[in-house]
């Protein structure tokens, strides 16, 4: 018996896949998705300081945040970003309340502006969900557009819940997204779940601290986090991969409002940049566990209201 253990112990990975009758890949589509589709690369995009930026940093699939790239299109803030296809990003909307879109190839290069498609407005959030389709949604006023595989923004679908800005958004369970607090006459705290096919459900009564101004990202392919936000704060709350907020999590690193958030890596994610009493260049990177990081020093320009996608 024993010497059978040790011919199984010396088999390929693969013989072992053949043994037990399947391979990882097939493992990857019977959960409904496949890791090859997950984004791991980042990318944070535009913002401001004193006067509204239009400058890239890309982010590695181990977490390393490279330096300013000039942009390409329109330089604004208060805008949105997220992942879509497969290994594409687009940013959207933003400024002095514009309609306009950038999209991000697999390589990271960022096209010119596209004409927008339904309200112009600022304050928004996006995220992905289905798989390989996105959604921008609430800001300034409050309707939602969907984003096909190939990046093309659908006309406004009316709002459903509370009307709000600068809350945050992420993808969670594989294929569904959740938009979650923000600011209407006062902080929120409260979400709002996509499912996947892209319809909003009503309000769900938030956990936690009520704030705006945060970021969201994903993390472990199949949960989201949202964190920091005004005050400052440096907190975070959970989102498990069947959308349920956990309590306050106290955070680690500079609290900070007004900042991004993506996911690298395929299973990790990152905050960055922000401001907190000045304009910071700096990074958390985020565990697969959902675990923040101490403070990174940043990379490139220093600047806040910018937004960021895995691609």
């Not at 902080?187 to 709002?192: C, F, I, L």
């Amino acid at each position: 018996m024993a010497n059978e253990i040790e011919k199984y112990n010396l088999l390929a990975l693969s013989d072992i896949e053949k043994i037990n009758g399947f391979a990882d890949s097939d493992i990857e589509k019977l959960n409904g998705f496949e890791f090859s589709a997950l984004p791991d690369k980042g990318i944070f995009g535009y913002g401001g300081t004193y006067s509204d930026m239009s400058m890239t940093n890309l982010v590695s699939n181990s977490g390393v945040v490279a330096t300013d790239v000039t942009g390409v299109g329109t330089a604004r803030q208060l805008l949105a970003a997220c992942e879509y296809g497969t290994g594409n990003a687009i940013f959207g909307y933003g400024g002095a309340y514009v309609s306009m879109t950038n999209l991000v190839n697999t390589s990271g290069v960022v096209a010119t502006d596209t004409t927008g498609v339904g309200t112009a407005r600022n304050g928004l959030a996006a995220c992905a969900y289905g798989t390989d389709k996105g959604i921008f949604g609430y800001g300034t006023s409050d309707p939602t557009n969907l984003v096909s595989n190939t990046g093309v923004v659908a006309s406004d679908v009316t709002g459903v819940g509370t009307g709000r800005q600068v809350l945050a958004a992420c993808e969670y369970g594989t294929d569904k997204g959740i938009f979650g607090y923000g600011y209407e006459s006062g902080a929120q705290s409260m979400t709002n779940k996509v499912s996947n096919s892209g319809v909003v459900a009503t309000d769900t009564t938030g956990v936690g601290t009520d704030r705006h101004y945060l970021a969201a990202c994903s993390y472990g392919t199949d949960k989201g986090v949202f964190g920091y936000g005004t005050g400052p704060q440096s907190m975070t709350n959970l989102v498990s991969n069947t959308g349920v907020v956990a309590t306050d999590t106290t955070g680690v690193g500079t609290a900070r409002g007004n900042l991004a958030a993506c996911e690298y890596g395929v299973d990790k994610g990152i905050f960055g940049y922000g401001v907190a009493g000045a304009y910071v260049s700096m990074t958390n990177l985020v565990s697969n566990s959902g675990v923040v990081a101490t403070d990174t020093t940043g990379v490139g320009t220093a600047r806040n209201r910018l937004a960021a996608a895995g691609y």
